[in-house]
């Protein structure tokens, strides 16, 4: 150091940049190292391209006229009045809905067209592209791996070994297909604009845009399940009225026909009577026929109104440009450490020495 160093006042930013300055060769080795390591980190790291979604979900709500299916319907005692409200999954919960260990195994399980147009599911995509990418994947995955080994261990059981019927079953290989997809996955709900944001993250650009399409289509699906069920149910219930009622008039016809056959050439009071029974017992089931498949129909009007139509508002597009890693950003944050550790380690050292030396106080 130079002496005119100790005549400056450490208590000013000068005094610091004096220090500094003085030191500049080691400190600018010292970003240099750090610069080139971090270039050596982006270069290893794996590119991951992320491709997005962005659409509206368009609710049609139903007019319930439904309701005059009441009286029959409690006779199964069904209470078509609950049932005929529509029920809809709010866009809070859809985050919620992708976390699910189901929606996740459908993801992971899903078909994906690769190279030459061989087929395999995002598990196998996986194990391959972990054999191929040893050291790559080694050193990105070193914190999680860490982590492992420190942090609170999983105690995972068998399903039979605890004896529970209904109890989901994780595998340890399954384990990590489970948790790379949840990083994967994203989803931001906007309230203000009302759109859904849906991404999905991967080393290959095209499959990253087939995974955003297939968890698109997934998420899609389950909310126009739910928001349907109860039209569903009012339908299939319907349908099995009907078909009963089919049956019993068709009989019933078979039945006048047979009898007005028999009895053609008969004109006794007995044969009258009994075919104007025969007659009626047609006309009432005729009547409920009739009503029950015009009853049908409007059941399957409720269910399209109750399904929800989805509008895309941002197409899925094959992403060109990587999301990470960031290299720039990666190189000069590694650069900024790699200032701020010699640049402290002088200003301590020499601060030290000025108080050995009694320079200050």
């Known amino acids: 150091m130079n002496n005119e160093i100790y005549n400056k006042d450490l208590k000013t ?17 010292w970003i240099l190292s750090f610069g ?10 794996t590119n991951i391209y992320t491709s997005k979604s962005v659409f509206v ?10 309701e005059n299916l009441g009286g029959l319907a409690s006779l199964a005692g069904i209470n078509v009045g609950s049932m005929s409200k529509s029920t809809e999954i709010p866009p809070d919960l859809y985050p919620e809905l992708i976390k699910s260990i189901n929606f996740k195994r459908d993801l992971i399980n899903a078909e994906l067209f690769v190279n030459e147009g061989q087929i395999m599911t995002y598990q196998e995509y996986y194990n391959d592209f972990n054999n191929r990418n040893t050291v790559k994947n080694f050193i990105g995955g070193l914190p999680l791996r860490l982590y492992r080994m420190i942090g609170p261990r999983k105690v995972i059981a068998s399903v039979d070994s605890l004896g529970y019927g209904g109890i989901e079953f994780i595998s340890n290989d399954e384990e990590k297909h489970l948790e790379r997809v949840t990083k994967q996955l994203n ?24 995974m955003t399409q297939i968890a698109e289509e997934l998420l899609q699906k389950k909310i126009i399940n739910y928001r349907i069920q109860a039209a569903q149910q009012q ?6 009225r009907y078909l009963e009622s089919k049956r019993t008039f068709e009989l019933i016809q078979d039945k006048r026909a047979s009898f007005s056959d028999e009895n053609r050439n008969l004109s006794t009071e007995s044969a009258r009577s009994g075919q104007n029974r025969i007659d009626s017992e047609y006309d009432i089931a005729f009547s409920v026929f009739k009503e029950l498949a015009g009853q049908l129909e409007q059941a399957k009007i409720q269910v399209n109104k109750d399904t929800p139509v989805f509008m895309n508002i941002q197409p899925i597009v094959i992403p060109q440009q990587k ?39």
């Open 13 to 29: 930013f000068l005094g610091y940049i004096a220090i500094i300055w003085a030191s500049r060769k080691s400190i600018t080795i």
């Open 36 to 45: 080139l390591f971090g270039f050596g980190i982006a270069r290893v790291s």
């Open 57 to 66: 979900p368009q609710i049609e709500q139903g007019s319930g006229n439904l």
């Open 187 to 210: 989803l931001k709900v906007k309230k203000k604009e009302g759109i859904v944001e849906l991404s999905f993250s991967m080393p290959d650009p095209f499959l990253s845009a087939k």
């Open 235 to 240: 339908l299939e219930f319907t349908n099995q």
């Open 323 to 361: 999301s990470k890693p960031k290299s720039l950003l990666i190189i000069i944050s590694l650069m900024v450490i790699g200032f701020l550790i010699p640049a402290s380690f002088v200003i301590v050292k020499q601060i030290l020495n000025l108080s050995k030396n009694g320079l200050i106080g």
